[in-house]
């Protein structure tokens, strides 16, 4: 719990780092690699509970050896919390993707947004535009999660919850 002033108290935001998240680490050409690096520094300091899934963790395993053990070695280095795969998370993704917010071909990003739902986080990173950080995704999957009784879950790029150091 952080302690702001004398009166108020809040709680650590939860997020879920997806994917893209994990690759902008190390890519040093991309516009979004700084706040993306920045992210890390700000959850090793505290500033945010962190987590991700199976479903990234499979999808990291794909990466050539050497961006792959990288990939992974931050999930241990910065003590992000691996979600197991979930039946409810499955059913969830399969609504955002008959829904028409998720082409079916890539329905793991559906799946994505829905682990980060049904375990009660409060926001997803992500650089995926296509299919994540996307007005329609963002206003859709928002809908869906309502329709069935589960909170709203924000979707950000790093660059947009990060600390400004300017």
Do not use: C
Request: no cysteine.
């Amino acid at each position: 719990m952080i302690i702001v002033g004398r009166w108020y108290t809040l709680r650590i935001p939860k997020i879920y780092l997806e994917t893209t998240i994990f690759n902008y680490y190390f890519d040093e050409e991309r516009d979004a690699h700084s706040a993306t690096v920045k992210l890390f520094e700000e959850i090793k300091q505290g500033k945010y509970e962190a987590y991700t899934s199976d479903y990234v963790t499979k999808e990291l395993e794909k990466a050539t050896e050497d961006k792959r053990t990288k990939m992974l070695n931050l999930v241990i280095e910065y003590n992000i919390i691996v979600l197991e795969f979930n039946r409810e998370a499955e059913r969830l993704g399969d609504i955002y993707v008959s829904e028409g917010i998720i082409p079916v071909k890539y329905r793991t990003d559906g799946v994505h947004i829905a682990t980060a739902t049904v375990n009660d986080l409060d926001m997803i990173l992500s650089l995926n535009f296509k299919h994540i950080v996307k007005k329609k995704t963002i206003e859709m999957t928002e809908l869906v999660n309502i329709k069935e009784n589960y909170k709203k879950v924000s979707i950000y790029a790093p660059m947009e919850v990060v600390e400004d150091d300017e």
